[in-house]
């Protein structure tokens, strides 16, 4: 298995993917620290009290970020998979002796893997410089805690695996298609739709474990299905 | 005496979308020994090519290779073959030896020297050079390369010298002559110049319109048609229709 691994990602370069992780990584540090200076900008507008939570304002973020990794997933899951499976590398591809599933399994561990590795790396980075920076000049009126570090990790491993099954579960339907648009536009459309539900989530944790549970099932649901067409496809 | 047989295929059939595009095909090939397959564009070469290597499934019949499966035993068939099926592709962000390297870790056992594949099609000095940078003739010897590399007991080639100058496919022809009687391989290929399989081939099939409908030798072909392999090819693929 770790032998495949090496060799997808020796056939497939991951430089402009990091590039992009960094990109995000500066966005949504920057995003960070706008939401929590959004109180200071206009004190007297009682919506913006959500904001002076570090609860809020981290969960937020992890939320925003859930949905970006999602995509980039998506979009990994595309150059990695469909475009490879779409195009005449399939014979290749096929012509190792190799189980069809194993290499897909591989494929999906890897763009699954990358994406839930950067965007919990991505995501603690923002934290800690965003905390660093809070002990020195305080944006947020909030009180920081070792439980709410704890949660708030916690709660980005669940978002970051999300990010890798929203990915799959993308990779699925564009799949059907052998689309590299269709895989993305997938990708947008349940990342809306996923945001809007998890920003309920932020105040109500057992929707995010209800939501976690039905996601990854897709997931593995589409896993199952992927695999069976790959076994059966003819090139 | 009845030599030992790499390839059997009997009564293969392949039906695409209610079109039966390969009809009830019979055919052998025995080891260590080149078999050259002839027909014209889309009469089906490929697609019998695609169902050896277990690259498609039988609608009806079976393909066997060295007494083994195409579609249970499909694994084991790649282990033992090398093949080139339509346009090569590669990974063209890597050197030429990179693509050989990373093939022979997916094909794994006993592997030959990369310098020493690249040497045998003529591509010596460029095996670090970038795939992306590759011509055309480059990229069909790097194909052949990688079909032998991993030292297989069967060749499975598509069209292996498109592309090819005539210096090249003159190395080829001398290449595939080494590999059956050096290392007896066994080699099936298939190929529009018809004079290069009458010059390679110990055996030689016809298809037209997805039936084999005849196997012969180079040699009953001179024997039997004094005007070459090209008027012969024209008779069996037109039905004996002439232009002269």
């Known amino acids: ?235 | 005496m009845s030599r030992e047989l790499a390839i059997t295929i009997s009564q293969l059939s392949k039906t695409f979308n209610g079109r039966e595009v390969i009809h009830q095909c019979n055919m052998t090939v025995e080891k260590g020994t080149i078999y050259g397959f002839l027909g014209k564009n889309g009469a089906g070469k490929t697609t019998i090519f695609k169902m050896i290597l277990g690259l498609m499934a039988p609608t009806f019949g079976k393909a066997t290779v060295f007494g083994m499966d195409s579609v249970k035993d499909n694994l084991e068939i790649l282990r033992k073959t090398g093949s080139l099926i339509e346009t090569p592709v590669f990974y063209e962000h890597l050197s030429a030896t990179e693509n050989l390297k990373m093939h022979m870790e997916y094909m794994g056992g006993r592997s030959r020297d990369m310098e020493e594949a690249l040497q045998m099609v003529g591509l010596s000095y460029v095996g670090e050079q970038s795939v992306s940078t590759f011509s055309m003739g480059m990229r069909q010897r790097l194909a052949i390369a990688r079909a032998l590399v991993h030292r297989p007991e069967l060749l499975i080639l598509d069209e292996p010298i498109n592309g090819l100058d005539p210096e090249g496919i003159r190395d080829m022809r001398k290449l595939f002559c080494y590999l059956v009687k050096e290392e007896k391989m066994t080699i099936l290929l298939s190929s529009h110049i018809l004079s290069e399989i009458e010059q390679v081939a110990n055996r030689i099939g016809f298809i037209v319109n997805g039936t084999i409908v005849e196997e012969t030798t180079p040699d009953e072909i001179k024997d039997k048609h004094s005007l070459g392999i090209e008027d012969y090819f024209m008779k069996i693929t037109k039905g004996g229709r002439s232009y002269e």
């Open chain 1, 1 to 235: 298995m770790s032998k495949l691994i090496h060799l997808e990602l020796k056939r497939n370069h991951l430089k402009s993917y990091n590039i992009a992780v960094l990109i995000i990584t500066i966005i949504m540090l920057g995003l960070i620290y706008f939401f929590a200076a959004i109180p200071k900008i206009d004190p007297n507008e009682s919506d913006l009290e959500l904001f002076t939570s570090y609860t809020f304002l981290i969960g937020f973020n992890h939320i925003i970020s859930m949905a970006i990794f999602s995509i980039l997933s998506a979009v990994l899951a595309s150059k990695f998979i469909v475009e490879e499976y779409a195009s005449k590398k399939a014979i290749l591809l096929f012509s190792y002796p190799t189980s069809r599933r194993k290499i897909l399994d591989v494929k999906m561990f890897v763009v699954f893997a990358y994406t839930v590795c950067c965007m919990v790396i991505s995501n603690v980075a923002i934290l800690i410089v965003f905390l660093i920076t809070e002990s020195i000049v305080t944006l947020c009126p909030d009180r920081v805690t070792i439980s709410m570090i704890i949660k708030s990790i916690l709660l980005l491993l669940c978002y970051s695996m999300m990010s890798g099954f929203l990915g799959i579960i993308s990779l699925w339907i564009g799949f059907y298609k052998r689309s590299i648009v269709a895989t993305i536009i997938a990708a947008c459309i349940m990342v809306v739709l996923m945001c809007q539900i998890m920003a309920i989530s932020i105040s109500f944790t057992p929707i995010l474990i209800g939501i976690f549970a039905v996601v990854c099932i897709i997931a593995l649901l589409g896993r199952r299905s992927l695999c069976l067409q790959i076994e059966k496809m003819e090139v």
